[in-house]
Antibody
Framework: QVQLQESGPGLVKPSETLSLTCTVSGGSMSGNYWSWVRQPPGKGLEWIGY???????SYNPSLKSRVTISLDSSKNQFSLKLTSVTAADTAVYYC???????????????WGQGTLVTVSS | QSALTQPASVSGSPGQSITISCTGT?????????VSWYQQHPGKAPKLMIYGVSSRPSGVSDRFSGSKSGNTASLTISGLQAEDEADYHC??????????FGGGTKLTVL
């Protein structure tokens, strides 16, 4: 049973960089796609991006200029960096794993519990 | 790109069936069979209920079913139960390695 756990600061100042890490347990990162999703308070989910186990990435075009997702398979972790944050980046941030088969991905089958990041001075 | 379109809220009585729609375009929902649905209870992480338009993960009740017609995907819950009250989110692959969520639908069991 794969388990994911987000970690990182719960408070970030405006214009600074938000950094979160997702630790994967109960399974290997190899062969899988790993994603970040966020949810502003009281709002819907927003896809941030994903990283494939070999390091290739894809990002939400609306965030692409500020987002970097990286992976450290030796630690079974992947990370999110979001630069130049504003209050609009305040959200619960989730890490998740894609279910993929036959060369295509079909949904996010395992999720972390989420971590609230507040952007405020 | 704007979020996929979902109704803000739907409601039904116990035992009834409800359907939640998720409308996109011919470039997203209409083009790919990678539509998924998530159930989210307050303060909890989303849970995968349907993947690949109509497949159910192991452990998900067969009261939940998914379908797609043209540019609209649908989640149907039959035999509504009190514990089905939650927010439901659709998600679709939209090409070029990117994905898009709907705005979410609040289901109220009367």
């Amino acid at each position: 049973q794969v388990q994911l756990q987000e970690s990182g600061p719960g408070l970030v100042k405006p214009s600074e960089t938000l950094s979160l890490t997702c630790t994967v347990s109960g399974g290997s990162m190899s062969g899988n796609y790993w994603s970040w999703v966020r949810q502003p308070p009281g709002k819907g989910l927003e896809w941030i991006g994903y990283i494939y186990y070999i390091g290739s990435t894809s990002y939400n075009p609306s965030l692409k200029s500020r987002v970097t997702i990286s992976l450290d398979s030796s630690k079974n972790q992947f990370s999110l960096k979001l630069t130049s944050v504003t209050a609009a980046d305040t959200a619960v941030y989730y890490c998740a794993k894609y279910y993929c088969s036959g060369g295509a991905c079909y949904g996010l089958d395992y999720w972390g519990q989420g971590t609230l990041v507040t952007v405020s001075s | 790109q704007s979020a996929l379109t979902q109704p803000a809220s739907v409601s039904g009585s116990p035992g009834q069936s409800i359907t939640i729609s998720c409308t996109g375009t011919s470039s997203d929902i209409g083009a790919y069979n990678s539509v998924s649905w998530y159930q989210q209870h307050p303060g909890k992480a989303p849970k995968l209920m349907i993947y690949g338009v109509s497949s159910r993960p192991s452990g998900v009740s067969d009261r939940f079913s998914g379908s797609k017609s043209g540019n609209t995907a649908s989640l149907t819950i039959s035999g509504l139960q009190a514990e089905d009250e939650a927010d439901y989110h659709c998600n679709s692959y939209i090409g070029s390695g990117t994905w898009l969520f709907g705005g979410g639908t609040k289901l109220t069991v009367l």
